[in-house]
């Protein structure tokens, strides 16, 4: 079993400031990384797929970087929509999500 | 637009078996190479998969529920379902339904993650 640890697990951020959110697999998933971002009520929402491409209707200010055992969701000027839970998930093997984070307003 | 809808009992008695249909709409769950999966989330919690079905009927569970988990599909209704036996109130969670979508690998797996969810239904186990 992989093991996808994120971190922190509670980010504060000031609107219009750079969001940097971690996930580490236990073992190498190569670029088969995927990011969601889940509001309180709702369904998790695709962002990043293949560890860096945006999905469909994703803005730019969302960017995934990384491969192997390390990877990265940066927003680089958090609007107000985007305050929020967001979750890893690997797919090299069954899938599995890490335990989220939450971004939170400072 | 392809839509998910996840339907069934919200409450389940402990030790009986949970049943839940997810209905697909905007598209046949026959066409293209999708794994129709089932995700659950306690409250509060994180997301854990329970398993997928494809079109031809092969499944996969999580190995941790595998035991108690069946994954089938009516591709007549457009409809896949899951049961889960032997429940607890550890299975007390909201259950979605998702769509894989992915590509096959050197090794011919499919790996996959989830581009579209049903919007979730809670059900809770409880006497």
């Known amino acids: 079993e992989i093991v996808m640890t994120q971190s922190p697990a509670t980010l504060s951020v000031s609107p219009g400031e750079r969001a940097t959110l971690s996930c580490r697999a236990s073992?190498?998933?190569?670029?088969?990384l995927a990011w969601y971002q889940q509001k309180p009520g709702q369904a998790p929402r695709l962002l990043i797929y293949?560890?860096?491409t945006r999905a469909t209707g994703i803005p730019a200010r969302f960017s995934g970087s990384g491969s192997g055992t390390e990877f990265t969701l940066t927003i680089s000027s958090l609007q107000s929509e985007d305050f929020a839970v967001y979750y890893c998930q690997q797919y090299n093997n069954w899938p599995q999500f890490g335990q989220g984070t939450k971004v939170e307003i400072k | 637009q392809v839509q998910l809808q996840e339907s069934g009992p919200g409450l389940v008695k402990p030790s009986q078996t949970l049943s839940l249909t997810c209905t697909v709409s905007?598209?046949?769950?026959?066409?293209?190479?999708?794994?129709w999966s089932w995700i659950r989330q306690p409250a509060g919690k994180g997301l854990e998969w329970i398993g997928r079905?494809?079109?031809?009927?092969?499944?996969n569970y999580n190995p941790s529920l595998k035991s108690r988990v069946t994954i089938s599909v009516d591709t007549s209704k457009n409809q896949f379902s899951l049961k889960l036996s032997s429940v607890t109130a550890a299975d007390t969670a909201v259950y979605y339904c998702a769509r894989g979508m992915g590509y096959y690998d050197s090794s011919g797996y499919y790996l996959y993650y989830f581009d579209y969810w049903g919007q979730g239904t809670l059900v809770t186990v409880s006497s």
């Open positions: 905007g598209g046949s769950i026959s066409s293209g190479s999708y794994y």
């Open positions: 073992q190498s998933v190569s670029s088969n």
């Open positions: 293949g560890a860096s």
């Open positions: 079905i494809y079109t031809s009927g092969s499944t």
